[in-house]
């Protein structure tokens, strides 16, 4: 295809910043890049017609990690990275609802849960001590003092069968994704970014003025900068990088009278994880049930998970309810062997701001922050 003049001179030209990826990362960054830099040209470069990743397909949780999750973190990664990715979930969400307000993206304070099962046991006196521990050290971030807490009582109100204890977090919030990656789309465009979706870039080169990205449709575009916003799929580009693509599958019943639910829950760990939306049912998750099988970019749908996702749904969740599916879909998330975001520059104006271990949504106010400042201070 031979380019315009008209085409050249706008949609292609030459930018400041080239951002890879139009998801929530990328949006983010672009919107901090256009608050602390107004006259900055930029281009946000997607391969999909909208962002689908992770950004449209997750389960719209705004959540900082249960009780579980965040234990097993401590262990893996220590205690305070533990924290610090506590602190970038929570502040990530009171700036969503600064920048946007409920009603927009739909946003709720609605309180989230941990289911514990037979199939999960737990020791009741570790438990307790967990929660103490944990709460005394969110107090400085969360600004409250109990955080987390038993509510068994629930258990029956709630309808589930098998569950042993439940612990709820009044922090906790959902809101609708596919509202929230619109509004911030409308914003950064609204500030002069150019967003060109259906182009997959392929690679890029560096020379003395600039950096020239390839892509399949053979489109020119170059930029004094680029950053690299995208998580699961930025090993394409990035192949250094410690990501690995990681599937969440998901699934939506159809209408439930009297659903006697609301609110996030978390199961094992966050592996399992579901909500309601108005009066159906979200699930999600299960991948550890096949972590070979999962640790994939193809966003097919599986039988084994599905099928466990159903198992759980019809045993626990819903035990003796006729329901019905309406919608199955899967999401890409981006991990890797921690689960701190890799925000940093890669190459001489080449930057990345990736990683978001399936809190993407919560993650990527605060790593757009810092992925913009990492780069005005680059500034050629």
Known sequence: MHISVWEKESFYAHRDVI???????????AWHLKKQHPDLTITIVDRGIIPTGASTRNAGFACFGSVTELISDVRHSGEDQMLELVKMRYKGLQYIRK???????DF???GGYELFTAATPVNPRELDEQIEWLNYKLHPIVHEKKAFRK???KIKQFGFS???HLLENKLEGYLHSGKLCQALLQQVQSMGVTVLNGIELTGFEQNAASVILFNKQDIPLSADQLLVCTNAFAKQLLPALDIVPARGQVLLTAPLPDLPFKGTFHYDEGFYYFRNLGNRVLLGGARNKAFAEETTDNMAITDTIQQELEHFLSTCLLPGVQYSITDRWSGIMGMG????????QVHPNVFCAVRMSGMGVALAPLAGEKAASLLLHHRP
């Not at 920048?99 to 993206?105: D, E, Q």
């Not at 062997?337 to 940093?344: C, D, L, N």
Request: net charge positive.
């Open 151 to 153: 509510a068994d009582k």
């Open 162 to 164: 098998g569950v042993t």
């Open 108 to 110: 709720e304070k609605c």
């Open 99 to 105: 920048v946007f307000g409920k009603k927009a993206i």
């Open 19 to 29: 951002i890879a990826g139009g998801g929530f990362t990328g949006l983010w960054s």
């Open 337 to 344: 062997t921690e689960k701190m975001p890799v925000i940093r």
